[in-house]
Structures are given as C-alpha cells and as structure tokens.
C-alpha cells in the first residue's frame, strides 16, 4: 500500500512524508520524485500538483487535497477524472479561520486601519463607529467554514447574513441563496467577507458589480482565493470611495509578486495565504484516518463533488 505525496516545495513534502510515515508504518509513503514503482501507488495526497503529474499513477484510488478546496487539484487538465477526492479539513481549520475572519471583520468594524494611519501622523482623532448591532456582515459561502464564522460574527453581534448556492436555515443569520438571492444579499451589506470555493460560477465574483450593491464605503475580506476577486475592480473601487478598505489573504498568483500594486496600497491589508494554513503534525492525522477510512470502506465524510468543483 503506497502513497505518493507531492507538493510545490521539496521541503514540505518531505515533512509531511515523515508525518505519515509515523502515523501509517505499515504504508510506504514517497515523496513524488522517488517513487520506485508507479503501479503500486494507490492514494496521492497533493497540494498544487504539475500538470500531468499523477499521470503515471494508474491505480490510484483517491486523491487527498492538503486543504479545504480543490481547485487547486482540478487545475491539472491532465488530472483522472474517476478517481474521488477527499478534502483535508477539521476543527483546526475552522477554528482558524474564525480567528481569521473575526480579527479582520473586527479590525475594518472598528476602523484600525485609519486610526494606525493618524497614528503614523501623530494625529489625535475620535474615530466614533456604530456598535457591531448596527453593522451588516455578509459570509459568501456557507460551509465548513463560512457557516462557523458567520455564527462568531453573530456571536459577537455583528447582523449577519449570508450567501449559499442551496438554502439555508442558520439560527441568528439571514440567509440568502442562488443567483436570484445575490442582490438581495449584498444590500446594505458594509464588511464582505468571501469564503466561496473556486468554481466557474464563483470566479470573478469579487468585482464592480458587486461592490456596487454594498453599502458605500464598504470593507472586503477574501480569505477564499485570489481569482474571485478582479484586482482592477479592486483598485478602482478603493479610489472611488465605493469600497474603503480590503484584506486579502489570496491572490491570482502566489506568493504575489513584489512588483503588485496591492503590496504598497495604503487601503489594502496583505496577508500571505495564512487565514487558516493546515499544518503538518495536525493535517497528518486527519489525512491518515481519510485514507485508512476510504481503504477500509470505500469512502468518507469530507468527499468533494468534483462535478460541482467543491
Ligand atoms: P465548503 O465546500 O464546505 O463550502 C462552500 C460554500 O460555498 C457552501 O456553502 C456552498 O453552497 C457555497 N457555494 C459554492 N458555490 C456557490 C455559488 N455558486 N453560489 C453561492 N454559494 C456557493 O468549503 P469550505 O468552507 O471548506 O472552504 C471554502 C473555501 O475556502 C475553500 O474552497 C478554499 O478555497 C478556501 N480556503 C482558504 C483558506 C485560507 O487559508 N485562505 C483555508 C481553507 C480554505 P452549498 O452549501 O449550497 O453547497
Ligand atoms: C485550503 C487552503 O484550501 O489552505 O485549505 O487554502
């Protein structure tokens, strides 16, 4: 039973080698530069794969995405499409990625960036901001971990609402869903937050359109992926007024690159794809219970619907 792991750098696939190696002894797991023989692979686990790379691997019988979404799997046009995949998520994401939303919807709520920026200027000024109860949070996406920020922010007593593409019935949180809900949703709306996975009905959403229907001077949080959002759209929006502040957590091309006119706006919060960032010693042992499970009975609780692209 072999296990084949690839990711983009050398080190970290070797680190989560060893993980499983430690939790599996009685699997053989390679890193993909060393697999002694492709027939004998049967499980891959993969964060942004080559394109073709899993080409050579004829028997697999589940590929593991290192993360929540899959999009980045599905990238690979050469990738087999029989063969299911199982996501990587658990308490450890969501609990990190409602610290993430939390500080950042906080952060714009009480408008941090603008009293950092008087304090760089020395400038004493009362920024007075209504209390959360009176300021509307949008979550698009209602899953994993959409649904567990949006309940937080509702904890906190922000007014929440939010985006699904089926209906939802969540205590304490206005729901929207479908194309026919979009509109509806984003009235009003002041802080937007983004936890949509990448699919062709998503990408792109993030753009003029949308930041039209938001209240004017609205915040946008994307911890979801770089291609939902329009950079362009971004820019114009902030320079206009119609939108006042961003924190982007994912971006078109990773790392971004050091010529990016996001790095050097004043109204943009650049972090590097850390909102919920799975980690080895944790991610491992949830990857080897998915694969014990799926070998012992063919399936699991975290299957994507690649057809859906989620
Ligand atoms: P889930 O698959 O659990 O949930 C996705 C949600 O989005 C569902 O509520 C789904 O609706 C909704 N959705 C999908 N398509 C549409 C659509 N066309 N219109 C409206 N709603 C739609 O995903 P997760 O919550 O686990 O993760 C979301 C994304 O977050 C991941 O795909 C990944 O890209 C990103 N992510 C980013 C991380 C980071 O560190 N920055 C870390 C982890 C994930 P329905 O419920 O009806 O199916
Ligand atoms: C994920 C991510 O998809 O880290 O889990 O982006």
Not at 50 to 69: D, E, Y
Not at 71 to 84: I, K, Y
Request: glycine content about 8%; aromatic content about 6%; proline content about 7%.
């Amino acid at each position: 039973m072999n296990i084949v792991v690839s990711l983009p750098a050398a080190d970290k696939t070797e680190w989560w080698c060893q993980m499983l190696r430690d939790l599996m002894p009685d699997w053989n797991v390679y890193p993909i530069d060393k697999v002694p023989d492709p027939d004998a692979v049967t499980y891959s686990v993969l964060w942004r794969p080559a394109t073709g790379s899993m080409r050579p691997f004829r028997n697999l019988k589940a590929i593991v995405s290192l993360g929540a979404g899959i999009d980045h799997v599905l990238a690979d046009e050469q990738l087999p499409t029989h063969v299911p995949i199982i996501r990587t998520v658990g308490t450890d994401l969501t609990q990190r990625m409602k610290e993430y939303v939390a500080l950042h919807v906080l952060r714009h709520h009480r408008e941090l960036p603008a009293i950092q920026a008087n304090q760089a200027r020395q400038l004493w000024e009362q920024i007075v901001v209504p209390p959360a109860t009176q300021r509307r949070v949008g979550v698009m996406g209602l899953g994993n971990l959409g649904a567990v920020a949006a309940d937080l922010l509702k904890q906190i007593g922000f007014e929440v609402r939010g985006w699904s593409r089926s209906p939802k019935d969540l205590p304490g949180i206005q729901c929207f869903s479908g194309a026919e809900g979009f509109g509806a949703f984003l009235e009003g709306t002041e802080i937007l937050v983004c936890l949509l996975p990448l699919t062709e009905s998503t990408r792109g959403i993030l753009n003029a359109d949308t930041f039209n229907r938001l209240k004017r001077g609205a915040s946008i949080v994307n911890a979801a992926r770089g291609p939902h959002l329009v950079d362009s759209d971004l820019v114009e929006a902030l320079n206009s007024g119609q939108i006042s502040s961003a924190t982007l957590d994912v971006f078109h091309v990773e790392p971004l690159p050091n010529t990016h006119p996001f790095w050097t706006n004043p109204k943009i919060t650049v972090t590097p794809h850390v909102a919920s960032l799975i980690d080895a010693p944790t991610g491992s042992k949830i990857v080897a219970k998915n694969i014990r499970t799926f070998q012992e009975t063919g399936t699991v609780a975290d299957l994507a619907d690649a057809k859906r692209g989620y």
